[in-house]
C-alpha cells in the first residue's frame, strides 16, 4: 500500500518470478516463471546487457510492455467521439485531456496549506517542490495507493505520479545487437515538467536493468480468465531511475 524505494528492473522481473510461482519460499521461485534469471548479464565492459527481453510463454504476472501500460493508462473503451463511435485515446491518464493538477491530497497547492479534499484537485501527487518545508508534515513515501480518487479508464490507481513505472520496452543503439537501457513510462512524484511525463505523447524515462533509485516503480500485469481480455494491468508500486528520453 506504500513506496518501496531502491528496486531495480531485475528485481522487479525476479517479484513477478515469485508471484507466478505462488509466493513459494524456496530459491528457485524467484529464479525463472515470467524471466529468466540466467540471462541476466552483461558483455565485457558492462555496456549492454543480455537479458530476456519479454516474458515468457505462459507466464501468469509480468512487467507490462509499452505498450500494455500506455493502454492501460490512457484507452478509454468506452469513450465517446465525435463521429458516434465509441473507443479512444486521452492525453492524460486521468480520462482527460487536461493535465491534472498535482500535489500531496487533501492539500492547497497554491497556499501550501491543507484544505480536505477538493474535487478540483490535486490529482496526482507529482509536484517537483514536494517536501517539508512547502508542505510540512508530507511525504511521497508515506502516501498510500488510492490517496487520490482519480483513475485510469480501467480503473487503476496512481498512473500519473507516485513513481515512474518499469515496462519490457528495451532500447538499442544503432548497429549495436543488445540493449543498453529499460524504458519506463509516467511520471514519478519528483517530475512535472509542465505534465509531458503524464503526456500519452511522450515517453518517459529509462535506465539500465539493474540501476537501483528511488523515481521508478513498477505496475505489474496479469493473465485473466475473462473472453476478450488477454491482460489486466494492476498495481504494485515500488521503485528505481537514469536519464530522461523524449
Not at 537501483?212 to 528505481?240: D, E, K, N, Q, W
Amino acid at each position: 500500500m506504500r513506496a518501496v524505494g531502491g528496486i531495480t528492473w531485475r528485481t522487479a522481473a525476479i517479484y513477478c518470478n515469485w508471484l507466478h510461482n505462488d509466493k513459494r519460499n524456496d530459491r528457485a521461485a524467484f529464479l525463472s516463471g515470467a524471466y529468466d534469471v540466467n540471462t541476466f548479464g552483461y558483455t565485457p565492459g558492462g555496456q549492454l546487457f543480455t537479458d530476456q527481453l519479454t516474458r515468457s510463454p505462459g507466464a501468469k504476472y509480468w512487467i507490462p510492455s509499452d505498450s500494455e501500460w500506455v493502454k492501460a493508462s490512457h484507452y478509454d473503451p468506452n469513450r465517446l467521439n465525435q463521429d458516434g463511435t465509441t473507443g479512444g485515446w486521452w492525453r492524460y491518464s486521468n480520462s482527460s485531456d487536461i493535465l491534472p493538477t498535482y500535489g500531496p491530497p487533501g492539500v492547497n497547492v497554491l497556499l501550501g496549506t491543507q484544505t480536505g479534499p477538493d474535487p478540483n484537485g490535486p490529482l496526482a501527487q507529482a509536484n517537483s517542490n514536494w517536501d517539508d518545508f512547502r508542505f510540512p508534515g508530507y511525504n511521497p513515501f508515506t502516501t498510500p495507493l488510492g490517496a487520490y480518487a482519480v483513475t485510469t479508464p480501467w480503473g487503476l490507481l496512481d498512473a500519473a505520479g507516485g513513481t515512474s513505472e518499469w515496462t519490457e520496452r528495451a532500447f538499442f543503439s544503432l548497429g549495436e545487437p543488445l540493449p543498453r537501457d529499460r524504458g519506463s513510462d509516467g511520471s514519478a512524484w519528483f517530475q512535472i515538467t509542465n505534465g509531458s511525463p503524464d503526456d500519452a505523447q511522450t515517453f518517459g524515462t529509462s535506465g539500465f536493468p539493474d540501476l537501483p533509485s528511488f523515481l521508478t516503480g513498477l505496475r505489474i500485469a496479469a493473465a485473466v480468465p475473462s473472453p476478450g481480455a488477454s491482460s489486466l494491468v494492476i498495481g504494485c508500486v515500488v521503485y528505481g531511475l537514469r536519464r530522461r528520453r523524449s
